[in-house]
């Protein structure tokens, strides 16, 4: 996903972390894990920031799906 073999050398580098839930950005503005493609050694994410541009009460914000 994203920069994640080019930061650390392959899909499936950094495993020893894969017990720890991973959150993910991915700005498709799509609630959905449809698009998360294996990386270290999660097979699924716990969470996903879909929106990096939204106002909630005059306030910027990301939006997450999980």
């Known amino acids: 996903m994203g920069e994640w073999e ?20 991915h700005y498709d503005n799509w609630e959905s894990f449809g698009d998360y493609s294996r990386i270290g050694g999660w097979s699924k994410p716990a969470m996903k920031q879909f929106k990096g541009d939204a106002t909630v ?10």
């Open 6 to 25: 080019q930061v650390m050398g392959s899909q499936g580098a950094c495993t020893s972390v894969s017990g720890v839930p991973l959150w993910y950005a």
């Open 57 to 66: 009460c005059g306030v910027g914000v990301d939006e997450s799906f999980y």
